[in-house]
Nanobody, 115 residues
Framework: QVQLVESGGGLVDAGGSLRLSCAAS????????VSWSRQAPGKERELVGS??????ISLDSVKGRFTMSRDNDKQTVYLQMNSLKPEDTAVYYC??????????WGQGTQVTVSS
């Protein structure tokens, strides 16, 4: 069964850092890209970026502050978030699209950045 589990969220002061993890199982992990998205209350979901062999941050507001990496042996993708701002407060999700075109999403992890 395909499963994605996010962890690492929490409450952090503005200017602080967090590293989110996405543990994947149930498919050939290294064969597919993993993406991070986020959604704040009352706002539309935003794609943060994706990583396959290389990573791309798609969201301009976090470029230079967020980076992605992956460990294929551990079947885990990471989102390193530095210099956090209150506007980064959101639920962060990892997700994949497999060969069937079906998308799988994790449950999300809450990130709250205080002023």
């Amino acid at each position: 069964q395909v499963q994605l589990v996010e962890s690492g969220g929490g409450l952090v002061d503005a200017g602080g850092s967090l590293r989110l993890s996405c543990a994947a199982s149930g498919y050939t992990f290294r064969s597919y890209a993993v993406s991070w998205s986020r959604q704040a209350p009352g706002k539309e979901r935003e794609l943060v970026g994706s990583i396959y062999t290389t990573s791309t941050i798609s969201l301009d507001s976090v470029k230079g502050r967020f980076t992605m990496s992956r460990d294929n042996d551990k079947q885990t993708v990471y989102l390193q978030m530095n210099s956090l701002k209150p506007e980064d407060t959101a639920v962060y999700y990892c997700h994949v699209q497999l060969w069937t075109r079906r998308e799988y999403w994790g449950q999300g992890t809450q990130v709250t950045v205080s002023s």
